[in-house]
């Protein structure tokens, strides 16, 4: 069955401490991969995406996130958190073709201590 | 980038009465559109997927006869709650994705209360 584990479900670190959320898949065949975050009450901003080529993709807000094939993993890191950082941030997985319907995970929620 | 977006971004109705969700697509041709449920602390659920011109498919457990859809055309979709009910009261997000893209760029949600 196709599944995207966010393994945690709530992480809390220090303004200024470097983060890591971890994000694992199942898909049949290697998929688009993405990473959303969601303030509070609002919609979902893409941050990257990953489809081909180098397996360190650099998004938006100094976000990266790392494609290991063998570990069936896309984990999202910064290397130093802000306080603007703290909100819900989603991974998802998405087909190479046809539908383009995303499988979601569960989402993990950072918060951020002054 | 791509923009999307919702209106309204909030509604109160009485239970019975229909409410209108519009998603739009600012800045590019949406052949597909996404809408999504999302309840409290909880992940996005897929409700269903529109193409422009054609029939939305449904999510398995979602009613298509409470939950219409109209694709009517290349920046806009809508979402129609017939008959809502207090548990049809959520956050109602749309996105968008456009020719070859393999992107969706997400609205900014609507959140609907049903009395």
């Known amino acids: 069955a196709q599944s995207v584990t966010q393994p945690d479900i709530h992480i809390t670190v220090s303004e200024g401490a470097s983060l890591e959320l971890r994000c694992n898949y199942s898909?049949?065949?290697?998929?688009?991969l993405f990473w959303y975050v969601q303030s509070p009450g609002q919609g979902l901003q893409l941050l990257l995406k990953?489809?081909?080529?180098?397996?360190l993709v650099q998004g938006i807000k100094g976000f990266e996130a790392e494609f290991k094939r063998s570990q069936s993993s896309f984990n999202l890191r910064k290397p130093s958190v802000h306080w603007s950082d703290a909100a819900e941030y989603f991974c998802?997985?998405?087909?190479?073709?046809?539908?383009?319907?995303?499988?979601f995970g569960t989402g993990t929620r950072l918060k951020v201590l002054a | 980038g791509a923009v999307v977006s919702q209106h309204p971004s909030w509604v109160i109705c009485k239970s019975g009465t229909s409410v209108k969700i519009e998603c739009r697509s600012l800045?590019?041709?949406?052949?597909?559109m996404f809408w999504y449920r999302q309840f409290p602390k909880q992940s996005l659920m897929l409700m269903a997927t529109s193409n422009e011109g054609s029939k939305a498919t449904y999510e398995q457990g979602v009613e298509k006869d409470k939950f219409l859809i109209n694709h009517a055309s290349l920046t806009l979709s809508t979402l129609t709650v017939t008959s809502a009910h207090p548990e049809d009261s959520s956050f109602y997000i749309c996105s968008s994705r456009g020719g070859f893209q393999e992107t969706q760029y997400f609205g900014p949600g609507t959140r609907l209360l049903v009395l």
């Open positions: 998802a997985v998405g087909p190479t073709s046809g539908t383009y319907k995303y499988i």
């Open positions: 898909y049949g065949a290697t998929p688009y």
């Open positions: 990953y489809f081909s080529g180098d397996t």
């Open positions: 800045d590019f041709q949406a052949t597909t």
